[in-house]
């Protein structure tokens, strides 16, 4: 058996999710090709040659696949996909995108979201935000997998040597056209991957109090999130949500402040190692998942936080 | 310029899922239902092309069972012109849903379909890329701004990073996110007055589709449950747990 995982990447830098799905495809046993699709991205292909337990790497370096267009990408992978028994992607906008249209072109049922692989061709995942979990075996002939980055450990990202090929027949469909992106100016850790997230929720009023959230993230190297109530009041942008329909983060340890615990929410962060909760509401339904819970008005407590941590000297790990 | 709105009936989201004893899926008797709530925001939108007079039509489709009939009564009251119901029981994947509504905009001919990002009981995320892989039309997913232009939709995505923008050429699949627009209430007189719109009905054999699964669900079973913790007192005993106690920070 030989699998396909498709490259989560800018262009410039291999993303961290690649790492998780290269896991899960070993998991389901074969050989591992890492297809990096895109435009001028040599070095992506550089770093994914040295992932360990990847054999080979292909790179398909065209204009039309720059902006990793589903109308553009969807056909390579399908063109390809014959030569392999799985195609494994990311869990993320990228892969969400492309991977079920790639499906359709293979006549094939994706199967969204693993969180476990019980065989080569049965799999776990998460239906009603997380409320269920569908064991589920897939009877097509090469199998698509979205991957749910994390439920599975990084690969190690050096001490692999696999082989790099460039592979053609990529094309622009003239079906879409990249305009630009408006991407978030941020220099803390990305919410997917930080050890610590701190969540702010409608409860923080409005989007400047968050600076009180960001102090505290810079002592703890947290990330920043938010609810989606937070998102939709337009406190911060969307790329903050942590939730059913935005980001799922497990990191050791989610802060949720003044947010009340919605199923929605609950199902982007209930798999976090250690979960703290500050709200006033004591029968906010967070405090059911939380492993520490503080009642109080967020607005002295936070402050108060950031006092505490400076006063024992606690940083960032 | 014609809308098509594929409309799913899911749980209620308000609603506390319950795994069956056997393992075989949700308890779905006796619970409440409604429409899809990312499929709410799509109707919404077309319904809005519609009075803003860019749409002449907005047709709402729902694949199922007897009962999907509700969902499509919604979708007319909340504005659109017709439906169509391709009437089936039993769990439709993804990919055959696309068969279909495929089949659907052979025979309907839209210049846009607009649907939900995902539907909030499978949370498959795939029927509107799926669609447009079979059509070979231009796909804007997870769009959180619309504008339509002569020959042309202008999306804004919510993505990973933050917002992307790209150009589609009709005709198109839109798939809609959160913070598209609110859906509107539908009116009583609206309510009304959709009991009398027309909603056509057709089976998966008069679309040519098998319906034959791809997926053979094993089981479904409850997710771990997360221990209830503790409360404390002060910010200091919160510090105090998570340094000393828990170590994670």
Known sequence: MAILVYAEHDNQELQSATLNAVTAANQMGGDVTILVAGSGCGSVADAAAKVAGVSRVLVADDAALGAQLAENVAPLIAGMASNYSHVVAAATTTGKNVMPRAAALLDTQQVSE???????DTFVRPIYAGNAMATVQSTDAVKLVTVRSTSFDPAVEE?????????????????????????????????TTARVVISGGRGMQSGDNFAMLEEVADILGAAVGASRAAVDAGY?????????????????LY????????????????????????????????????????????????PELKGELEGQGIQAR | MKVLVPVKRVIDYNVKVRVKADQSGVD?????????????????????????????????VSLGAEQNQETLRTALAMGADRAIHVVHDGELEPLMVAKMLAKIVEEETPDIVILGKQAIDDDANQTGQMLSGLLGWAQGTFVSKLELSDGGAKVTREVDAGLETVALKMPAIVTVDLRLNEPRYASLPNIMKARKKEIAKK???????????????????????????????????????????????
């Open chain 1, 114 to 120: 693993i969180t476990e692989v019980v065989s080569a």
């Open chain 2, 28 to 60: 779905l008797a006796n619970v409440k239902m409604s429409m899809n709530p990312f499929d709410e925001i799509a109707v919404e939108e077309a319904v809005r092309l519609k009075e803003a007079g860019t749409a002449t039509e907005v047709i709402a």
């Open chain 1, 255 to 302: 802060m949720a402040i003044g947010i009340s615990g919605a199923i929605q929410h609950l199902a982007g962060m209930k798999d976090s190692k250690v979960i703290a909760c500050i709200n006033k509401d004591e029968e906010a339904p967070i405090f059911q998942v939380a492993d520490f819970g503080l009642v109080a008005d967020l607005f002295q407590a936070v």
């Open chain 1, 236 to 252: 911060v942008p969307n790329d903050y949500q942590v939730g059913q329909t935005g980001k799922v983060v497990a990191p050791e």
């Open chain 2, 203 to 249: 089976t998966p054999a008069d679309l040519g589709v098998d319906t034959t699964p791809r997926l053979n669900t094993i089981k479904v079973e409850e997710p771990p449950k997360r221990q209830g913790g503790i409360k404390v007192g002060s910010v200091s005993e919160l510090v105090d747990k998570l340094h000393n106690d828990a170590g994670v920070i």
């Open chain 1, 159 to 191: 001490g692999g040597s696999a082989s790099v090929e460039a592979v053609s027949g990529a094309a622009d469909s003239g079906l879409s056209t990249f305009e630009g992106a408006a991407l978030s100016d941020n220099e803390r850790p990305e919410l």
